[in-house]
């Protein structure tokens, strides 16, 4: 029973344009949520995260968007660079729960 | 100040063969926790433990099991090795939550 799902498993992206990560959950009870980023060879590194109380998160590059109703975020990274090619995880939580619960990841490509 | 360390790096084993990973975390960080990750299953969780107490288990058969110390370092073992057990074990620590969560680089085990 998969309750974070990414549904894209590779995204390429030209430099400089924005790219769109897409996450979509099944448990209503998840109340936080979280963006990994992982290079090959590396645990994975935080990135941002956002609040079921919020449906807007920014830092820097980063703004991830939380649409309840659809149990559906994104993140967005504007402009993209070619650092930022990388397999990106999100994940979601629950109160108390002391676990994360990860999508499988989506590999991102950004080309010059 | 160090982070997450895990050893070892790389292993080999055979079937029907028991492993035993080890995770440091980072000091003043309480809580371990460890996350099997396979292509296209992303990252699933396997157990969490708090000041030596598992707090926390995963789906995953009794052959997995863990232990943490007082100085909060933490191993876990596999039992009679599947083949299906190939997989990068990460750890992650934090200072008894999901903030702040931090990952090691991860023990990339084969079983042949």
């Known amino acids: 029973d998969q309750q974070v799902k990414q549904n894209s498993p590779s995204l390429s992206v030209q430099e400089g344009r924005i790219s769109i990560l897409n996450c979509d959950y099944t448990?209503?009870?998840?109340?936080?949520f979280l963006w990994y980023k992982k290079y090959p060879a590396e645990g994975p590194t935080f990135l941002i995260s956002?609040?079921?109380?919020?449906d807007k998160n920014e830092d820097g590059r980063f703004t991830v968007f939380l649409n309840k109703s659809a149990k559906h975020l994104s993140l967005h990274i504007v402009p993209s660079q070619p650092g930022d090619s990388a397999v990106y995880f999100c994940?979601?939580?629950?109160?108390?729960?002391?676990?994360?619960?990860f999508g499988q990841g989506t590999r991102l490509t950004i080309n010059p | 100040k160090a982070g997450v360390t895990q050893t070892p790096r790389y292993l080999i084993k055979t079937r029907g063969q028991q492993v035993t990973l080890s995770c440091s975390p980072i000091?003043?960080?309480?809580?371990v926790s460890w996350y099997q990750q396979t292509p296209g299953q992303g990252l699933q969780f396997l157990f969490e433990?708090?000041?030596?107490?598992?707090?926390n288990k995963g789906n995953f058969p009794g052959r997995f099991s863990g232990r943490q110390f007082s100085n909060s370092r933490s191993e876990m073992n596999v039992s009679t090795l599947e083949l299906g057990d190939s997989a990068l074990y990460l750890c992650?620590?934090?200072?008894?939550?999901?903030?702040?969560?931090?990952f090691g680089s991860g023990t990339r085990l084969t079983v042949v």
């Open positions: 000091s003043g960080h309480r809580s």
């Open positions: 992650a620590s934090s200072t008894g939550g999901y903030y702040g969560y931090t």
């Open positions: 994940a979601a939580t629950a109160q108390g729960a002391q676990k994360l619960v």
């Open positions: 448990n209503s009870m998840f109340d936080y």
């Open positions: 433990y708090f000041s030596e107490t598992q707090r």
């Open positions: 956002i609040s079921s109380i919020k």
